[in-house]
């Protein structure tokens, strides 16, 4: 018997076409895509979150310094003599303070001396305090206590009631210098504005509060990891890196800083165009100067949470100052700081001279510090994109 080979049935198939091919593999992108977009925002979230940790944590020990303020021991030697409360006078020079020979206009204790205050001197001092010892700012390293001349009353001459410069800012300027010449060699600088650059002052200021806190032999920089502190600007001077590797911004004062409407409903100021070309109550008039948009941290109501370091109110713009927290604050997913943090020419804003003195609610143009801007024109604003101590679950 022969054997008969069997032969392939015509029309099998030998593998697979050139459609199905393209097929599968476009399904196999689509489902890589898929997972890889899944995995993405994981990462994200993963980010966020970290983030959300590291500004919860510089908020405890911002916000532990900031407390202390209201019962700090004021180490000025403000004279007997001095009766609470100011009395007003004619400004001739526009400095806000009274200069001898400058006419008293509002007698409140019909004395015949002009009293300065001392409940405002100490006021004055606090916020001196505050800007020396929490600096945001190169400036703020820079401009020791401001020095305040009194008029001795019935007599010709002047004292200067000035704070002595407090030991950790002492030590903040070492630490500036000895971090700035460990990059820049021996003649580095840390006044050299090519030296130490004002792109992320305030971030490394406050990496500079951080390293400065100390619980025996822990320091706050252990709640960091080191992958945490970097030099994104190679300035040699370190930041607190937020999950996106950029450096957590810091402001002592944000009195601009706002994420939604006060108690009028309105973003500015109700039926108002604040700021005369977006239309009425949009947007782009949130945080206006002196309306009443606040946060869940910070109202900017002054009747419902005055300044806490003003019992007396005896600033004299009490009727607009209401309470101010630090802002610390990461750029969020899109690495934009969404946040007024200078004048806008770029030039150093020095707390020390502005008017009033030491004033905290300094307006810059149109805008107050820690305003909620659009830095880089995507439509979202900071209280939308940035992560901050005043709306944690902001992203």
């Not at 700090?72 to 020979?101: H, Y």
């Not at 009631?161 to 840390?190: E, F, M, V």
């Not at 390293?211 to 600007?233: M, P, Q, Y």
Request: glycine share 10%.
């Amino acid at each position: 018997m022969i054997a008969t080979q069997r032969q392939p049935a015509t029309g099998s198939r030998q593998g697979f076409t050139l459609v199905e091919l393209l097929i599968v593999v476009l399904i196999i992108a689509i489902l890589g895509s898929v997972t890889l977009s899944a995995l993405y925002g994981i990462i994200g979230e993963a980010k966020a979150t970290r983030t959300r940790t590291q500004v919860a944590k510089l908020h405890s020990l911002i916000m532990h310094k900031w407390d202390s303020y209201r019962v700090r021991q004021v180490p000025l030697p403000i004279p007997g003599w001095m009766k609470a409360r100011p009395e007003s006078f004619s400004d001739t020079n526009g400095n806000c303070w009274r200069d001898p020979g400058e006419a008293t206009t509002g007698i409140i204790y019909d004395d015949g001396y002009y009293n300065y205050g001392s409940a405002y001197i100490r006021l004055l001092a606090l916020r001196e305090l505050m800007r020396l010892e929490l600096p945001d700012r190169i400036t703020d390293l820079e401009d020791g206590p401001r020095a305040l001349p009194v008029e001795i009353p019935g007599t010709n001459r002047v004292i200067t009631l000035q704070l002595p410069q407090p030991s950790i800012w002492k030590s903040y300027r070492r630490k500036a210098n000895t971090l700035i010449k460990a990059r820049h060699g021996p003649s580095g600088d840390w006044t050299n504005r090519s030296h130490w650059s004002t792109s992320h002052q305030g971030a490394e200021c406050l990496y500079l509060i951080v390293s400065s806190i100390r619980d025996g032999d822990t320091s706050a920089l252990d709640f960091f990891k080191e992958s945490e502190v970097g030099d994104t600007d190679d300035d040699g001077m370190p930041e607190i890196l937020d999950g996106w590797g950029r450096p957590i911004a810091f402001l002592r004062w944000a009195p601009g800083y706002a994420t939604g409407e006060g108690p009028d409903g309105f973003w500015g100021d109700a039926s108002v165009d604040d700021d005369g070309q977006n239309g009425m109550n949009d947007i782009g008039e949130i945080g206006w100067p002196g309306t009443d948009d606040d946060s869940q941290l910070q109202s900017r109501d002054p009747a419902a949470s005055p300044d806490p370091f003003d019992p007396l109110k005896v600033d004299p713009f009490a009727s607009q100052a209401y309470a101010l927290y630090p802002l610390i604050f990461s750029a969020g997913e899109d690495s934009v700081y969404d946040i007024a943090v200078e004048l806008g020419s770029g030039t150093p804003l020095h707390y020390a001279f502005t008017c009033p003195p030491n004033n905290p609610y300094v307006v810059i143009g149109n805008n107050q510090l820690g305003k909620p801007i659009d830095s880089n024109g995507d439509g979202e604003y900071g209280n939308f994109d940035n992560i901050t101590n005043h709306l944690l679950d902001s992203r």
